[in-house]
């Protein structure tokens, strides 16, 4: 169980994150000036050097994306310029990317960003690349919205695995729809029969409320409050639910712990989003209060899991049933370590559900919910704390990657176990490289004192 005995602010993080910064600039550049990208998207390290791995091109945003934070908390022109280059040049084909369920990943996080700096004053106005970086949102929600399937209880987001598939992740995609419906596109398809994105982000946010997060109401054998399915199957014909499953995790009745990250983050930032919206656009879903109520009883219960079932200091094992964790002792009674005989850990999901942890946190805080905000907020900050240090933090100039022992794929084995070693440790992700930057940009925003930050800051 994480320890939060020990009280934080952000504030105190102020010279480990001044740190960060600096280390991750580096990193940037090392891999400009390093990676070949005639071999494919970076996507995570081996010996310390950026490789790739074909499965689908979900990273190159987050690599693009990366230098355009790293932009937002320091100012570094040069670095910007390159990001906006490189966006131009390289991100059309994801716009369009019909195969995929990421496009909340690879263009929230260029396109998206860029806009949102131009919005908040930090890159000078000019209209038509406001204009470009908006396209480019509106087309890529509605070719990520095309990617549906109908269950009777509405219908969802379908994965790359195809239309019977709901992934987990994909509550992170989202943001793709809520941007584009808050940029005024319509959708259109046969006969110009519009198609409310709206309507399609609320039913996969509701899909994957009900289907891939349990909430110990005996929903099977496994039910716990909190855990989640990294995939759920449906029956295309009729519609129906028929079983959990999982790509990346150990099984379909256990906890991949970077699944579980991507519910603990997407709800929060979706009730952020919920918030700002329209009350009477959200009538005909429900109403205002019934959507929160569903978003925020997802988001509690998956990161009060993850505050349960994760190691003292912050840092998760990469699946809670992972089967040889019993080797490891009491493991959730002390810090979890990278370097052990038996199961690695996944420091990429750490930083996903950091972030989580945190707007959760504010999210009641604000709401009037003082004592059950700071219960998440110091458990988010427990594990940044963790994190900005060794051994999870890259300090060495020649390793390409800035966040340490993330795991890509376990069951796959498709990540590096280094010599004398029995389990993958000591390489990087771009996922987790992009994710811990959001997460530290998040917390220098709130220490000098800058508008919140949130991904929906691009539209409003």
């Known amino acids: 169980m994480i320890r939060t005995d020990e009280k934080r602010t952000p504030n105190d993080l102020s010279s480990k994150l001044e740190r960060f910064w600096t280390l991750s600039a580096q990193k940037i550049k090392l891999i400009d000036s390093a990676y070949d990208e005639s071999k494919g998207s970076p996507v995570f390290t081996v010996d310390g050097k950026y490789t790739t791995r074909g499965w689908t091109e979900w990273t190159q945003g987050f690599q693009y994306g990366s230098a355009i934070l790293q932009f ?37 996080s260029t396109y998206g960003n860029l806009l949102r700096l131009m919005r908040e ?37 379908h994965s790359f695995n195809g239309a019977h598939s709901l992934f987990v992740d994909t509550i992170r995609s989202c943001r793709s729809l809520t941007v584009a419906y808050e940029l005024g596109h319509v959708f259109q398809a046969e006969g110009d029969v519009k198609i409310s994105l709206l309507e399609r982000a609320l039913q996969h946010i509701q899909a994957t409320a009900q289907y891939s997060v349990f909430y110990g109401e005996g929903r099977d054998s496994y039910d716990v409050w909190g855990r989640t399915a990294h995939e759920s199957i449906f029956n295309v014909k009729d519609g129906n639910f028929r079983c959990p499953n999982s790509q990346q995790g150990y099984t379909g009745f256990t906890t991949w712990t970077r699944g579980l990250a991507w519910a603990m983050c997407g709800f ?6 919920l918030d700002t919206a329209d009350e009477a656009s959200l009538i005909p879903f429900g109403g205002k209060a019934a959507l929160e109520g569903m978003m925020l009883k997802a988001a509690q219960a998956t990161c009060d899991f993850y505050i349960e079932n994760t190691p003292i200091d912050g ?10 964790l ?26 996903i559900g950091a972030q989580g942890l945190l ?6 805080t604000a709401k009037g919910n003082a004592a059950a905000g700071e219960k998440y907020l110091q458990a988010g900050l427990t594990v940044v704390n963790t994190l900005l240090d060794e051994p999870y933090l890259s300090t060495d100039e020649k390793h390409q990657g800035l966040l340490l022992h993330t795991i890509y794929h376990q069951p796959n084995g498709w990540d590096h176990v280094p010599a004398g070693s029995k389990i993958a440790n000591g390489e990087s992700c771009m996922w987790g490289d992009y994710h811990i930057r959001e997460l530290c940009l998040y917390l220098q925003r709130m220490v000098n004192n800058e508008p919140y930050y949130t991904f929906f800051n691009c539209v409003k």
């Not at 209209?127 to 219908?155: C, D, H, M, P």
């Not at 094992?317 to 040889?324: E, F, H, L, Q, S």
Request: aromatic share 10%.
């Open 121 to 157: 004053g930090k890159i000078p106005h000019n209209e038509w690349e406001q204009n470009f970086y908006e396209l480019a949102l509106k087309i890529s929600g509605a070719v990520q919205a095309a990617r549906w399937t109908s269950i009777k209880t509405g219908g969802f987001i």
């Open 72 to 108: 937002d908390a320091t100012g570094e022109k040069p670095i910007l310029d390159r990001a906006k280059h490189q966006t131009v040049t390289k991100m059309a084909p994801h716009v369009s990317h019909i195969g995929v369920h990421d496009h909340g990943f690879n263009n929230v």
């Open 268 to 273: 929060p930032e979706q009730l952020e989003w």
């Open 326 to 351: 019993y080797k490891l002792g009491d493991y959730l009674e002390k810090p979890a370590d990278p370097y052990n005989d038996h199961e690695p850990v996944d420091s990429s999901a750490a930083a």
């Open 359 to 364: 707007r959760l946190g504010s999210y009641l």
């Open 315 to 324: 840092i998760p094992y990469w699946d809670t049933g992972a089967p040889n």
